[in-house]
């Protein structure tokens, strides 16, 4: 019998997930089916139980569901742990289990590029969900140093303490305060949400070379002016929809326990833009 599977969260009317992992069913000819299913906020436990009562088989979690998703679990994995968050559950004959997918995704287009990640010295903007998970990375990857610059320093000082948790040094500055210290470090990643409206880079990149990874995570549009401006510097760019497509790759590989199609997958999301 064909294996039904969803994203779930509001909105969700723009998601790409349904088109890349409808690709790899396509690809590996495949008998499943991807839809999305828009849960309103205030919804969450009536929708899942009509996942399980459709027997969903596995889904995606997004904004804003994420963290309030953990409550319905009834296993969890330990990166879904680590992070407070979920981002991909399977369903065992109604024994849901929770992955977060996001960093194993995060790093996969470090690993790609042989970042050496052991040594590095790196700039995070941001402290907001896709920034714990990310923190939570390179924290596996024994980063050297993280240096976590947020808009709201409560929030960067309150990643800093879970940074220092995992073992991973940390410090917290306000986006102003990185001013011209870009140079100093060996990767920067943007995990704001600055971008996504078209906006200015969130910090000037004075100073940064070839050497300097330079990864943005929002995905939609895929050149923004923070990337735009790392290029202009020769600097090592990585996109958002690579992380997108990383964790999509993951989910894959954990519902169907097989090697996910990524070139297919990778094709049907650039499609989308
Ligand atoms: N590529 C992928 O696979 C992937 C995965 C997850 C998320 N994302 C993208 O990553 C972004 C962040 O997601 P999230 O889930 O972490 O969101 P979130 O929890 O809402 O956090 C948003 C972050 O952006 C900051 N921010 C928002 N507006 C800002 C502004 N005008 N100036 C400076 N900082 C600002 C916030 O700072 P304050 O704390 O000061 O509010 C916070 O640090 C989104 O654009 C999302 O689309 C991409």
Redesign the pocket.
């Known amino acids: 019998m064909g294996k039904t599977f969803a994203v779930i969260g509001d909105p969700i009317n723009h998601s790409l997930s349904p088109n890349i992992h409808s690709a790899a069913f396509r690809e590996l000819n495949l008998d499943c089916s991807y839809i999305a299913y828009r849960i309103p906020k205030e919804e969450l436990a009536e929708g899942i139980e009509g996942l399980k009562k459709i027997k969903i088989d596995g889904f995606n979690v997004t ?1 804003p569901h994420k963290v309030e998703m953990m409550k319905y679990l009834d296993k969890i994995d330990e990166s879904c742990s680590l992070i407070g968050a979920v981002n991909t559950v399977t369903n065992n004959d109604g024994i849901l289990k929770g992955y977060n997918t ?1 960093m194993d ?1 995060f790093l996969e287009p470090l690993k790609k590029r042989n970042v050496d990640i052991k040594n590095s010295n790196v700039l995070l903007l ?6 714990r998970a990310i923190v939570a990375g390179f924290a596996k990857e024994k980063a050297k140093k993280i240096t976590i610059a ?3 320093i409560e ?1 960067a000082n309150n990643l800093v303490k879970f940074a220092q948790k995992i073992s991973l040094d940390a410090n917290a500055i306000t ?1 102003d305060q990185v001013e011209e210290s870009a140079k100093n470090y060996d990767i920067i990643v943007n ?4 971008g ?1 409206q078209n906006e200015p880079s ?1 910090i000037s990149l004075e100073g940064i070379n070839e050497k300097t990874v330079v990864y943005d ?3 939609m549009p895929m050149h923004t002016d923070f990337l735009k401006r790392a290029k202009e510097k020769n600097a090592i760019v990585i996109f ?1 929809y690579e ?2 497509l990383g ?1 999509a790759v993951r989910a894959f590989e954990i519902w169907h326990g097989m090697e996910a199609p990524y070139n297919a997958m990778k094709k049907a999301l650039l499609g989308g833009f």
Do not use: C, H, W
Request: aromatic share 4%.
């Open positions: 904004i996001d995704g941001g402290a907001g969900g896709a920034a947020n808009r709201t929030k986006i995990a704001t949400s600055v996504l969130p995570i929002v995905y958002g992380m997108l964790q």
